[in-house]
């Protein structure tokens, strides 16, 4: 069983354009979730596409350079594995534990190293933040980042490893680590518009 307990901390969790993220000590679960504007074969190819890029990265050693640059992939919840949410009842306060709403479901669901820092969408980066991300590649050995632009640089960098979905991703930044880390990439262009 995995176990969130959402009333601890409103950083605990993040809505987003595919359904939300769970934060648990070290792990952070993406729970994808259908959505009314887009039919469903949509997003288990979203779905798909993003663990496809992170095996390739984490498990098959296919892009491992990337490893550098992303979150540890910890794999797939599988479809036994119940999802639970412990969360205080409003009305008397006790603690409850229930399951997420059906329309979050296990089957699509991955497991992935927790990063504190937040994430931010490529495009709404500072230009001193966009400089700190090309200096950090530059000195861990990324050669693409003579390319020009750093949006250029980073679509380069995944696509030299068919990772082709990259200008949807987001990016976090830990000065006091030294790290940086891309999420919400995928081996192909499957894209739900934000709202």
Not at 66 to 76: C, H, N, R
Request: aromatic fraction near 12%.
């Amino acid at each position: 069983m995995i176990e969130f307990k959402l009333w601890e901390n409103p950083q605990n969790y993040r809505f987003g354009a595919y359904g939300i993220v769970i934060f648990n000590n070290n792990c952070a679960t993406k729970i994808f979730a259908p959505r009314k504007d887009k039919p469903e074969t949509n997003m288990n190819d979203v779905y798909k596409s993003e663990v496809e890029a992170y095996e390739k990265i984490w498990k098959t050693g296919e892009a491992e350079e990337l490893q550098k640059i992303t979150p540890k992939f910890f794999g797939e919840v599988k479809e036994h594995e119940v999802i639970k949410v412990r969360n205080r009842n409003p009305d008397n306060n006790k603690m409850v534990i229930s399951e997420l709403p059906p329309e979050f479901e296990s089957k699509r669901a991955y497991k992935m190293e927790y990063v504190k820092s937040p994430f931010k969408k490529l495009g709404l980066l500072f230009s001193k933040e966009r400089e700190y991300i090309k200096n950090h590649l530059t000195e861990n050995g990324f050669s693409e980042t003579s390319i020009g632009p750093l949006r250029d640089t980073i679509i380069t960098l995944f696509k030299n490893h068919n990772i082709r979905h990259v200008i949807d991703a987001d990016v976090a930044i830990d000065k006091e680590r030294g790290k940086i880390w891309f999420i919400d990439f995928g081996i192909e262009e499957h894209v739900i518009e934000h709202e």
